[in-house]
Structures are given as structure tokens and as C-alpha cells.
């Protein structure tokens, strides 16, 4: 199926061809109305496809071409679609300019009707073939303030790159600094800025610097440079025939904007790094978080957590990708959240405080304030709940006390037990973790005389005693259980969410 464009390129090919025969009928001079309604087509016609891609574009600028048999209407039709992209405001529609130019004019399939319009369209295709949109940002080697080189655009960077040339001189560049100043100072995207002095005068160079372009950022990185020999070919690779010059190019070293002001810039980045709606903990991310840990979850280790949970954050945020970074991170968290032992609980306290709480410039949008963050001080709540080294309480609770001797009912205060290592277990009814759990914990205390147990039936405790299982929920996480807690002969706590 062919579409809009296209439909009226055919409807533009019929009139190529009347003005061709208008030609062909009379003395060589065509139709002024004619040419006039081809001109009208044409112009109605660009205007249709600029939604298209600009591989389509090109496509069907070379066809409406490619139908005038007549070189005159061809060499007329090729001029007006040129022009036309040429100056079209649209960001991007230099390149099927350029496209067109080389196809018809340097070819020589086409004539501009004069040498000095040939040569400056040339000059403008030498000078911006390199740094089209989707083309790869052509790399340079420039001196920096300290008299050292740097390279401009490493493919190693992985951060999104603001590549600004400006000049002292100019009134224009003057006000776009100040504001690229204000816009990345205040809104703080992570991005590089290369910025680039065009001029050779050190000393204006500084001043414009400290007076326009300082400034301090926790996350824009800002590099100002300059080439006064011109060795790096800046010029003719990024079109610097004029300034102020400004390139948006993405961490994979793509063009994604040129000829940008700060107003067009400011826009795009919204766009790269606005809060996208995501969601969390789906069966997917759960899988992959199976593969990453392995299938004995008794082999894993807080450090392991923390690891990942850092991996992400240096793979993701620290390149410039805060979409990833908040997918990964808060499905991480959803994860854990659903893990029980040791390794999973501390190390998602980890994650919390580091890349969700620590991180409250990305984690901004009223989505993640519910779904992540919230969900973060909930379990940062529970996870504050009887910490390794705080003593228990001397409330004393109702439970069955284990050791070598055997089981024995008793109301003990949590903080006396009695052993020299104690492990303290809550657990439900009918909860076949927490039967194997109490099977291995009496196994334990029947083979080591240091070692005691108090097992605590949560169920019957809320159903007798309400009161005191509201004020052990204050105390402990007993939003899963089992829980245990290994606590020493002082009644500190070692280890919290201990399994068997």
C-alpha cells in the first residue's frame, strides 16, 4: 500500500508529465499555469511526507525526480524539492538536501542553472555531510584549559553529549550560554557538555568561561575546549561555518539533534529523560533475578546483593540511562522483597539506602513515589526492626523453650532465654516452611548444650493475647514468617531473618 506521500507524488508525476508535453507542443516554452500548479503540488506534497521517515523522503523525492523525462522540468522539479528541504525548518530535512544533491547534482544528473549555486551547495554538503541526524559523531582532539588533549566524544563515555561551539564574539552565543548554564545547572541531567571556543584568543577564552559557562553540577560533566589551528577538522565535520553550533548526540555516539538552540535542546532532553510509567516485580524480571542468584538461595550472600544492586547502578545511571536504572532497581527491590533469609533482607537494606533513598533526584515522578519509594520506606520500616547489635525486649512472652533436655512451655522475656547462642523463632499454623524450620532448629538444639530455643506461636498469641502480639509487631517483621532471630547470652541480636 502506498501512502499519502506517495499518492500525491504519483498525483505530482501525472503533472510532470503535461508540463513535458507543453513543451514537446509548442516552441519550447512550457505552461506558466502549468508549471505553477506543479510548483503547488510540489509544495503540498513535501508538506505530506514530512511525517515519513527520511529514508522515505529521500525515496520519494527521487521518484518525483526520476519521472520528468524532460531535463529542463527535471533540472526544475530537483531544484525546487532541494530548496525546499534546504530551508525547511524541521530538524533533520538538511539531509535529503544533501541526499538530493548528491544524487542529482554532483552526479551531474541535474543542473542548478549556475556554477556559484553549485559550488556553495557543495560547500554546505561538504560541510554537513559528516553530521546528519543517525549519523555517527564524527571524533576530535582538542586542547583543554589546562594545555592538555582531550578527546572529544569517546565511544567509551555511555552518557548522553551536549557538543556546543560558540565564539566571545558573538551576541547570539552570549545569551545561548547563559541559559545552557542555567538549564543544565538547575535541571541537573547527566550529561557531558564538551563545550568548544571557535576563537584563538586565550585570554577572551577565559573570561567568557568564568563569566557565562561556570558552573557546578553533581552530574553534568563540562569540558571546554578549544582548537586555534583548526587540526581537528571541527569545521567541515560538524558544519561550524557559523556559531552558535549545538549537537545532542546519544551514548552510542548517534546524532540525535544539530542546529539546536537551548529551547530545542532543553525539549529534547525532557523527552530522553522524562519519567516514563514502568512497572515493577513482573514474572520476567523474577526469572531473570532467579538466574542472577542461582537456584540455592542458601548460597548467596549480602555482598552478592550488593554487588548486583551496584552493577546495575554503574551499567545504568552512572552512563546516563535513568529509564534502565529505575527498571532494574526497582524490580530488584519488588525481588527481594519477596526473599526470605539473611542475604536477601540485609542486602535489599543496602539497596534501599544507596540507589532508591540515596538516589532521590531520579526516583521524582508520583508513579515511582508510590510503587518504589513507597514500597522502599515500607520494608526500610521493617528492616529498622531489630538490628544486629540492639538488645531485645524484656517483655516477657509466653512460648516453648528447646534445648538437649527437651521441650518445655514457658514465659520468658525475649532478652533471657538462657543460652549462649538463642534463636528466637516465630511462626504460624499450618506453614510448612515453618515445620522444616522447627524441625531443624530442634535437631540443632539437641546436639550442642550452648544452644537454645524459644519458639513463639504467632497465631494463638494474637487470638490470646492481642495486646502484646501488637506490641511484638511494633518490635519485629512479622509480615513473613517464620522469623528467627539469633540473639547471644546478653540478649543482643547477631542475626535477624536466620534459616536453617
Known amino acids: ?121 557543495r560547500i554546505h554538503a561538504d560541510f554537513n555531510r559528516q553530521s546528519l541526524l543517525g549519523c555517527r559523531a564524527p571524533e576530535l582532539r582538542m586542547r583543554n584549559r589546562d594545555d592538555g ?38 535541571e541537573d541531567y547527566p550529561v557531558d557538555l564538551y563545550a568548544v571556543y571557535t576563537g584563538d584568543d586565550r585570554s ?20 571546554h575546549l578549544w582548537d586555534p589551528e583548526i587540526d581537528s577538522d571541527y569545521q567541515r565535520k560538524y558544519g561550524v561555518i557559523q556559531t552558535p553550533r549545538m549537537f545532542l548526540i546519544a551514548p552510542d555516539g548517534m546524532i540525535l539533534g544539530r542546529g539546536l538552540d537551548v529551547k530545542a535542546l532543553s525539549q529534547m532532553l525532557e523527552a530522553v529523560f522524562s519519567e516514563k510509567l514502568l512497572n515493577y516485580g513482573g514474572q520476567e524480571s523474577e526469572a531473570l533475578y532467579d538466574m542472577v542468584f542461582g537456584e540455592n538461595e542458601h548460597e548467596v550472600s549480602k555482598k552478592d546483593v550488593e554487588e548486583v544492586a551496584d552493577h546495575i547502578y554503574a551499567s545504568t545511571l552512572e552512563k546516563g540511562d535513568t529509564v534502565m536504572f529505575r527498571q532494574m532497581t526497582g524490580d530488584l527491590l519488588y525481588y527481594l522483597s519477596a526473599r526470605r533469609g539473611e542475604a536477601f533482607k540485609e542486602g535489599m537494606g543496602y539497596l534501599i539506602d544507596n540507589h532508591i533513598l540515596g538516589q532521590g533526584k531520579v526516583w521524582k515522578s508520583q508513579d515511582d513515589s508510590l510503587k518504589v519509594v513507597g514500597m522502599a520506606l515500607i520494608m526500610d520500616d521493617l528492616l529498622s526492626k531489630a538490628v544486629p547489635g540492639s538488645r531485645l525486649t524484656d517483655i516477657k512472652v509466653p512460648g516453648t523453650i528447646l534445648s538437649v533436655r527437651g521441650e518445655k512451655e514457658a514465659v520468658k522475656p525475649l532478652k533471657r532465654i538462657g543460652g549462649k547462642k538463642n534463636f528466637i523463632m516465630f511462626f504460624a499454623e499450618g506453614c510448612n516452611i515453618c515445620a ?24 494463638e498469641l494474637m487470638e490470646v493475647h492481642p495486646e502484646l502480639a501488637s506490641s511484638l509487631f511494633d518490635l519485629f517483621d512479622l509480615t513473613s514468617l517464620p522469623f528467627i532471630i539469633e540473639s547471644d547470652a546478653k540478649g543482643r541480636v547477631v542475626r535477624r531473618y536466620v534459616s536453617f
Open 436 to 459: 522444616a524450620e522447627k524441625k531443624a532448629l530442634q535437631k540443632l538444639v539437641s546436639g550442642d548444650r550452648r544452644v537454645k530455643g524459644f519458639l513463639v506461636n504467632v497465631d
Open 204 to 223: 577572551e577564552w577565559e573570561q567568557y568561561v568564568s563569566e557565562r559557562l561556570e558552573f557546578d553540577s553533581g552530574v553534568v560533566t563540562v569540558k
Open 1 to 121: 500500500m502506498r501512502s499519502i506521500g506517495q499518492y500525491l507524488l504519483s498525483m505530482a508525476a501525472v503533472l510532470v508529465f503535461s508540463v513535458t508535453a507543453a513543451y514537446a507542443s509548442s516552441s519550447g516554452q512550457p505552461d506558466s499555469l502549468k508549471l505553477a500548479a506543479l510548483d503547488a503540488k510540489l509544495d503540498e506534497y513535501i508538506v505530506a511526507i514530512s511525517r515519513e521517515s527520511l529514508d522515505v523522503q529521500k525515496q520519494e523525492c527521487d521518484f518525483i525526480i526520476e519521472s520528468a523525462a524532460d531535463p529542463v522540468v527535471r533540472n526544475r522539479i530537483a531544484n525546487k524539492v532541494y530548496t525546499a528541504y534546504l530551508e525547511s525548518p524541521l530538524m533533520g530535512a538538511e539531509a535529503v538536501a544533501i541526499h538530493i544533491f548528491d544524487k542529482w547534482f554532483l552526479s551531474g544528473n541535474a543542473s542548478m542553472g549556475s556554477d556559484q549555486a553549485f559550488l556553495n551547495a
Open 149 to 186: 588533549w582531550e578527546d572529544v566524544l569517546p565511544q567509551t563515555s555511555g552518557r548522553y553529549v551536549v557538543l556546543y561551539f560558540y565564539d566571545a564574539d558573538c551576541a547570539k552565543c552570549k545569551v545561548q550560554s547563559i541559559l545552557l548554564r542555567n538549564l543544565l545547572d538547575v
